[in-house]
Structures are given as structure tokens and as C-alpha cells.
């Protein structure tokens, strides 16, 4: 297959790029490098462009004729999302619907489209499963549940257009072969911001907020290892190949952990007992997010491989001390 990967220099594109490079597809990445890497992109071209640039876009697609298109490129960070509303909208929405423009315009009808968890905001129930109404509670999921409704409208419009939305919950680790990984200056994500912690490039990690309805105070959360949602993302163009009809899975492993757990596991995992500060809420966060799993195994087949969080904080881990020694940022 010939599959456009937008924001296949990032951190989830280019483990996918890679996982699909090694599937044998052909890959072109369409990327800005505002928070990609070239050296991240495995297989194939990259293209440096904007999806704001229609004209780009255009080119690649009239010379590259993808069969189906995997978008990645996005703004991801919650709390920037409740500061910048209009950046968030303008990336996330605006652009997205200049590449399924695009993409009518040339008949690409297969799209794989980077959702999140976060459309789901604070659930009636958790585990969560894919029937749950969309209310999210932060711009930023408020922009993805914007394009899955996208997504629908144009799947019923009869222009045989066909997605998969992937709902990812919260990814970390690394690639297991080590080449690529988290590569981000300033991380926000609890994972990687603790092994920074840990290897002694922040000072201390703040715990956001100890007063959550839950166990121990803290938020909760899916924690699901990179790798396992690259070989989601394969087993959805299988799937979309096969002619499978437009869907909608949560990418989860079905079990939480709250930060508190996480914490105390990066400690143990890595042997740094560093210093932690209990901090205010921070704006935009649900107390606990955990996927129901289920539907994803059953109509895609999918199979996790790295169920464990000891297994992706070990990963983080050696990345982060990989990375550093090659201080390629
Ligand atoms: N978190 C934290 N300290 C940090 C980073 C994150 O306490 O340095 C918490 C955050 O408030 C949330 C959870 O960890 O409750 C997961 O946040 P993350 O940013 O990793 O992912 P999100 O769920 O927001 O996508």
C-alpha cells in the first residue's frame, strides 16, 4: 500500500512509519518538524510542509497517489490547549479538513485518524467503551471529537470514503529496538517528564492534584506502550483493505494506574528515589481515564505484546538514557 503518514516525524507517526516500513508499505511522511525529528522517519520521504499549505499538499498527492492516508499531525498538550484555543482549532480542525479535501479531490478514500481518549471527558462509567457520548471537557478533545463527527459525516455522504479512529488513551515507551522514541523538548506527559526526572534533568516532578474521587487522590489513567498502537494503526489499514466498514476503537489495555503508581514504579524501575511536590489540579484533566479493550481485539484482531507497565516504563527508560548520550536535541 502507498499510505501518507502526516506527522510521521513524531513521536506515535514515526514508530508507525516504521512498523509499516517493515510491513513492507510504501511510505511518504508529511511533516513540519515543528515537534518531529527527520532522523526519527525510518522508511521512506519525507515531505517538510504544513498542512496549512493546500498547494504542497496537493503535489504530494498528484505525485505520490497515496492509497491511503494515516494523520498524525496534531497538537496533543492539554493544558496549552485551555491557554490556546485558536492554535489548537486552527491545527487540529482547520488543517485536518484541508487534507480530507485534499484527499477527495484525488479519490484517496482510506484514512486512519489519531483520536483520543479525551473525547470521552470525565465518563459516566470507567472502563470506558466506544458507545460513550463525546463530551469532552478540553479544547483539546474538543477538536478530536470535532473531526470523528467529520469523519462520520463524510463516511455517510456515499463517496465511499472509509476510517478508523483510534482512541488512543496514554502512550509512552519506546521502540523495542531502541532507534526512535519520545523526542520532544519540554515534555508534558507524566511518563517520560518522570524517567527525565529520574536521569536528573528536572529538579523535582509535581504530582497534579491529590484530591481526585479516587483511591489514592490521583488521576488514573490507561498507560498503553507505543509499539502496541503502532501495530493498531497496521491492523487498521488490514482492516480498511479488507473493506471493512468505518470504525471506532479505543486503544487501551482495559486497566489504570494512578500517577502515584506510576511514580512509585519509575522509581522503582530505575532506582532513583527523586523528589516529588504535590501540586494543584492541573487544569483540563478527567480523574480517571481506562478503555474498555475489547472491540479492537475482536473486529481488528489486535493483539497487545507489551501489556505491562513495567515493560513500557523499562523502555522509556532506556530510551531516555540512549537518547541523552547521543544528544541529538
Ligand atoms: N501528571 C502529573 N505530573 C506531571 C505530568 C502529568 O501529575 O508532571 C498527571 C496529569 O495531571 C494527569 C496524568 O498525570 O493526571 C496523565 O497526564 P499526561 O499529561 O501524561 O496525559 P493526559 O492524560 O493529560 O493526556
Not at 485518524?113 to 479544547?139: H, M, Q, R, T, W
Request: net charge neutral.
Amino acid at each position: 500500500m502507498k499510505v501518507l503518514v502526516t506527522g510521521g516525524a513524531g513521536y506515535i507517526g514515526s514508530h508507525v512509519v516504521k512498523l509499516l516500513g517493515k510491513l513492507g508499505h510504501e511510505i511518504l511522511v508529511y511533516d513540519n518538524l515543528s515537534t518531529g525529528n527527520r532522523w526519527a522517519v525510518k522508511y521512506g520521504k519525507l515531505v517538510v510542509g504544513d498542512l496549512a499549505d493546500k498547494k504542497l499538499l496537493r503535489s504530494v498527492f498528484e505525485e505520490f497517489k497515496p492509497d491511503a492516508v494515516m494523520h498524525f499531525a496534531a497538537y496533543i498538550v492539554v493544558p496549552e490547549s485551555v491557554k490556546k484555543p485558536l492554535k489548537y482549532w486552527r491545527n487540529n480542525v482547520a488543517n485536518t479538513l484541508n487534507l480530507l479535501e485534499v484527499m477527495r479531490e484525488f479519490g484517496t478514500d482510506l484514512f486512519i485518524f489519531s483520536s483520543s481518549a479525551a473525547v470521552y471527558g470525565i465518563p459516566e462509567s470507567v472502563p470506558v467503551d466506544e458507545e460513550a457520548p463525546l463530551k469532552p471537557i478540553n479544547p483539546y478533545g474538543e477538536t478530536k471529537a470535532t473531526v470523528e463527527r467529520l469523519l462520520s459525516d463524510l463516511a455517510r455522504s456515499g463517496s465511499g470514503f472509509r476510517y478508523v479512529s483510534l482512541r488512543y488513551f496514554n502512550v509512552a515507551g519506546a521502540d523495542p529496538e531502541g532507534e526512535i522514541g519520545f523526542a520532544y523538548p519540554n515534555p508534558t506527559h507524566l511518563i517520560i517528564r518522570a524517567v527525565k526526572t529520574a536521569k536528573g534533568e528536572y529538579e523535582k516532578l509535581y504530582i497534579y492534584g491529590t484530591d481526585y474521587p479516587t483511591p489514592d487522590g490521583t488521576c488514573i489513567r490507561d498507560y498503553i506502550h507505543v509499539w502496541d498502537l503502532a501495530r493498531a494503526h497496521a491492523d487498521a489499514l488490514s482492516y480498511l483493505t479488507r473493506g471493512g466498514e468505518s470504525e471506532v476503537f479505543n486503544c487501551g489495555y482495559g486497566r489504570g494506574y494512578s500517577v502515584r503508581e506510576v511514580v512509585d514504579a519509575v522509581k522503582r524501575i530505575t532506582g532513583v528515589d527523586f523528589p516529588v511536590e504535590e501540586a494543584p489540579r492541573r487544569e483540563g484533566d478527567p480523574p480517571a481515564l481506562v478503555a474498555k479493550a475489547q472491540k479492537i481485539k475482536e473486529v481488528l484482531g489486535w493483539e497487545p505484546r507489551y501489556d505491562s507497565l513495567e515493560t513500557i516504563i523499562k523502555s522509556a527508560w532506556d530510551w531516555e538514557r540512549k537518547f541523552s548520550q547521543n544528544q541529538r536535541l
